[in-house]
């Protein structure tokens, strides 16, 4: 295969995927990982693309680049439901206890379908959010009693932001917490863009006692300029594609489980 074939291929995997890993093109291209790496400079180099560690990202995926809550609840839409229904199956029968939603589009997913598991399972939730998109769903579910958590709202998520969210939030010992994150990476963690929303997210991981990161495989190995959580600091991802390579490794080592809707 010629390197230009390989480059338009490796165009085609970035578009579908969202991200491009060293050593799965190596594997699908029946090339060296050195081989691989030229041709990400190359590509780079011509603006098609951005390198990470062990990798690529689209261009448009820059560390503080954030779509707004409207654009991303429409988009991935069939992955995201697939996820919160995966990601609901840790509320067991007969629940009894409290839930926090973190803002975001797939936690949104989670918020839409949490009536239908609660009610399959006989449960019933105190449920806290910070956002504003969630809450409306979530304040006409018969089986929630509903918190909502203020602050300056933030407008490309909807949700609460600054100090006396984070207070707010670092007063509450939620037994499950639902959390989106805008990149899952082998080595910086979980990470977002801004650090007023990362240091909320950061108060929810510390408050929870287990936490369940929702995320698509399109934000395995993104870095965002923020991180506010360890690998380590969380229990479980739940995703649609299983991760591999480094962050299949890292995810591991770190103790997390790993669902797949």
Do not use: C
């Not at 069939?78 to 939603?101: N, T, V, Y």
């Not at 409306?136 to 709202?153: F, I, K």
Request: cysteine-free; proline content about 2%.
């Amino acid at each position: 295969m010629y390197a230009t074939e390989r480059h338009e291929l490796i165009g085609q995997v970035l578009t579908a995927e969202g991200r491009v890993g060293v050593h799965d093109l190596a594997a699908r291209f029946d090339v060296t990982t050195e081989t691989v790496r030229r041709d990400l400079d190359v590509l780079e180099r011509a603006g098609r693309l951005r390198r990470v560690h062990g990798g690529a990202v689209p261009i448009e995926r820059g560390s503080t680049v954030e779509t707004t809550i409207t654009e991303r609840i429409r988009s991935r839409t069939q992955e995201k439901s697939a996820i919160a229904a995966r990601a609901l199956e840790a509320i067991d029968e007969g629940f009894r206890g409290s839930l926090f939603l973190d803002a975001g589009s797939t936690t949104a997913a989670v918020a839409e379908q949490l009536s239908a598991r609660l009610v399959a399972v006989h449960g019933t939730a105190d449920v806290v959010t910070h956002s504003l998109t969630l809450a409306p769903a979530l304040a006409v579910v018969d089986e929630v009693t509903l918190t909502v958590v203020g602050g300056r709202v933030r407008r490309d998520t909807a949700a609460a932001v600054g100090a006396s969210t984070v207070r707010t939030i670092e007063a509450l010992r939620p037994d499950i917490v639902f959390i989106g994150t805008n990149g899952v990476s082998s080595s910086f963690g979980l990470s977002t863009p801004d650090p007023e929303e990362a240091a909320v997210k950061a108060a929810i991981v510390h408050a929870a006692r287990r936490v369940i990161v929702v995320a698509d495989a399109g934000k395995f190995e993104a870095e965002s300029l923020v991180r506010f959580a360890a690998l380590d600091e969380i229990d479980v991802l739940v995703t649609d594609t299983a991760p591999t390579g480094d962050l299949a490794a890292a995810l591991d080592a770190a103790d997390v489980e790993v669902w797949v809707a």
